[in-house]
């Protein structure tokens, strides 16, 4: 920052130059959002990739050159290289980085096999909760059909992971280069160590200027996608949620854009000013994956799975879940708030039981409708049978052993699009033999358990909605 400081016409105290230069970044991605609209946020989506995918392939090729595959066997502790792990987290780094050892003993992770199964179950139930009520349902909403719906979202792992996991990795390669040849940041205790500093450190000590301006596009553009998406999604869940429903039912169109304008900067302020009572990424990391997740997972997934659910269940699941995670997150140290996912859920399952069961279920013909389109597992008997007497050509869906069978490879396979990367990387060939064989093996096997059943189901979906007179009654 010392190259653009003559160019600011007032001083900064040096602990608030992040802050400043944070903030001035996020107000111009403000703008961005206000102004650009959805059409635009998708292909600067696309532009943005491209640069990002661009720039991993550079930092790779950097840290590949820089990093002999020799030097890595001398500096990581044994078992480093591998994907697998027990119960407890056994890799010793001592004599190499004892900074990083004293780090890991403060860390909630030495119980490694318990995390991962908390983790585990975190995600099946969010699997379960189908896509997150973020920028994420508004992607599959804008989709055409089911099958255009489940390609995208096959597809968002494949564009995403392999150049993000070449990028991380190869910052990894130099981080050892950094530690082992230059004695890593000698400012660094044990008491205070940001080890989010060393980053910049890596890109303005072995990144040439031309390509470390190619990689901070790319880092701001993974940040700009981020960004984009997250707060384009506020407005339009206020403002025709809340806004239209309960307020202005009959505003304008400039009134609801105006609206938007002004939700969308309102959701910036507040994230900024939270921003600045974190004292480090992993802080609000741990309770937003831990302790947030946790408390709207159950009223995200009973929308799918219970017919009885409405829309009172859902408003108690999510506020007694809410509330339950913002009280964690100031009586649970960050550290052990993932172990109380569990209790979280609970909690606002609770809520979304008492909720339900507080108001008249949602009128049958809305149900039925819903059931005949998404075909839904779990608890929907009676809504079934009312359907299938009304609508004789209506089947249930009867493959949920295929279905199971699909989730348990496709896990392999996303993983593997994480782990070859990583191998190519450093240089791991038996590793990154096998889980490039592991990849094409589970994507052919999902080409014909997946894909091919995708394509057949949504002719029949179609024949369907014609035959029943719902083709344009959506």
């Known amino acids: 920052m010392g190259a653009v400081s003559p160019y600011v016409p007032f001083d900064i105290p040096l602990q608030y130059v992040p802050h400043f230069y944070g903030i001035f970044f996020t107000a111009i991605a403000t ?15 696309v532009v943005q990739f491209m640069i990002m995918t661009v720039a991993g392939v550079v930092i790779a090729i950097i840290g590949m050159n820089m990093v002999a595959p020799e ?23 001592s004599g190499r980085m004892d900074l990083l050892t004293e780090r890991m003993a403060s860390e909630p992770y030495s119980l490694m096999g318990v995390f991962v199964m908390m983790a585990l179950l975190k995600g099946i139930f969010m699997s379960m909760a189908g896509p997150a009520p973020n920028y994420d349902m508004q992607k599959i909403l804008s989709c055409k059909s089911p099958k255009e719906a489940a390609l995208m979202s096959g ?53 040439p200027v031309g390509l470390a301006g190619l990689l901070l596009a790319g880092l701001l553009s993974a940040f700009m996608s981020t960004f984009a998406s997250t707060v384009n999604a506020a407005p339009a869940y206020v403002v025709n949620d809340i806004y239209l429903r309960y307020i202005n039912p009959k505003a304008p169109v400039k009134t609801q854009i105006r609206a938007s304008y ?3 900067v309102l959701v910036v302020i507040i994230s900024t000013v939270m921003g600045f009572f974190l004292k480090d990424i992993n802080e609000i990391f741990q309770w937003i994956v831990g302790a947030l997740f946790g408390g709207y997972i159950a ?13 009172e269940g859902y408003f108690w699941g999510m506020t007694a879940g809410v509330v339950a995670a913002i009280v964690m997150k100031f009586t649970v140290p960050d550290a052990l708030v993932l172990y109380f996912f569990p209790v979280l859920f609970g909690i606002s399952l609770i809520g979304c039981i008492a909720g339900t069961y507080s108001a008249p279920p949602t009128d049958e013909e809305t149900l039925v409708h819903f059931y005949i389109r998404v075909r839904p597992w779990g608890w929907w008997k009676p809504i079934a049978d009312e359907a299938e007497a009304r609508y004789p050509l209506v089947v249930r869906n009867k493959h949920f052993k295929r279905d199971a069978f699909n989730v348990a490879i496709g896990i392999v396979w996303q993983c593997c699009l994480t782990i070859v990367p990583m191998y190519l990387v450093v240089r791991g ?13 589970t994507t052919i096997i999902l080409k014909y358990t997946w894909y091919g059943p995708l394509c057949k189901e949504e002719k029949e979906y179609d024949e369907l909605m014609k035959a029943i007179g719902f083709e344009n009654n959506a």
């Open 155 to 207: 597809s968002v792992p494949v564009i995403l992971l392999i150049p993000r996991y070449l990028m991380i990795m190869e910052f990894a390669l130099l981080a050892v280069y950094f530690f082992k040849v230059d004695g890593g940041l000698e400012q660094m205790t044990a008491a205070e160590s940001d080890f989010e500093t060393i980053l910049p450190h890596l890109i303005t000590k072995y990144v």
């Open 262 to 264: 002004l939700i969308s």
């Open 71 to 93: 030097m890595i066997q001398e500096f990581v502790p044994s078992g480093w290289e591998s994907p697998f792990f027990g119960w407890t987290l056994d890799i010793d780094w």
């Open 429 to 441: 060939t038996w590793g990154f033999v096998a889980s490039a064989l592991l990849l094409v093996v």
């Open 299 to 311: 009223a995200n997934m009973l929308k799918w799975h219970w017919w009885r659910f409405n829309g």
């Open 31 to 45: 703008f961005y959002v206000m102004l650009g609209g959805m059409l635009s946020i998708v292909w600067t989506d």
